[in-house]
Each structure stands twice: as structure tokens, then as C-alpha cells.
């Protein structure tokens, strides 16, 4: 089984940045097709970005160009770089993967149970 843990998450004010992680145990990362999806309290969980076995990313489109998504096979974890943000980036921020390349859709098979990045 593939089990995601998510860190890195806390508060900051606005225009600031934080990197978020997501250890991969149980499967290896460059084996994987791997997301970031966030939620804010009375919305529907969003994709954000996502990235492909070789590495290929795909961004939500208002958030390009201030989000990077990556990843580290070394050390099998997923990264998500968020700068300039904004409190409208407020919400719970789950790491997803998958054998399939499922991009920015929600129907990932595995999930972390997320962290929470607070702007304001």
C-alpha cells in the first residue's frame, strides 16, 4: 500500500511563502503519478498540480507561476513550493498518487490526510 504523509504546512502572511512535503512510503515515487489538491472550509477539494512519472507538471491555471511542484526520487517525496500567497490560497492541502496519470482529477486512489496553510 502507498502511504502519504504531508508537512510543512502552518501560517503565514500574506505574500509570504511555505514548501510543503509528502513522503511516499510503500511504492517509489518515480513509479508513481503524483498531485497536490487543497480544500477550503465550505468549497470542493481542487487541484492544484500534478506530476508525471517523468516528471512533466501540470498547474491549475491560476495558480502557475506562483506554485512549483517537484519531486525527489532520492528521497521519495513530492514537494510544493507556494509563493506570493494570498489568504484566498487558505485551506487544507492533500498530497494524492496514483499507478495511473490522472493529472488534476480526483480520483486518485491513495491520500495523506493533509496539512493546513493558514494566510493571513
Known amino acids: 500500500d502507498v502511504q502519504l504523509v504531508e508537512s510543512g504546512g502552518g501560517s503565514v502572511q500574506p505574500g509570504g511563502s511555505l514548501r510543503l512535503s509528502c513522503e511516499v512510503s510503500?511504492?517509489?515515487?518515480?513509479?508513481?503519478?503524483m498531485a497536490w489538491f487543497r480544500q477550503a472550509p465550505g468549497k470542493e477539494r481542487e487541484g492544484v498540480a500534478a506530476?508525471?512519472?517523468?516528471?512533466?507538471?501540470t498547474y491549475a491555471g491560476s495558480l502557475q507561476g506562483r506554485f512549483t511542484i517537484s519531486k525527489d526520487n532520492a528521497e521519495n517525496t513530492l514537494y510544493l513550493q507556494m509563493n506570493n500567497l494570498s489568504p484566498e490560497d487558505t485551506a487544507m492541502y492533500y498530497c494524492?498518487?496514483?499507478?495511473?496519470?490522472?493529472?488534476?482529477?480526483?480520483?486518485?486512489?491513495?491520500w495523506g490526510r493533509g496539512t493546513q496553510v493558514t494566510v493571513s
Open positions: 494524492a498518487a496514483d499507478r495511473f496519470n490522472l493529472q488534476l482529477s480526483r480520483y486518485y486512489t491513495n
Open positions: 510503500g511504492y517509489m515515487v518515480s513509479e508513481l503519478y
Open positions: 506530476i508525471d512519472k517523468s516528471g512533466a507538471t
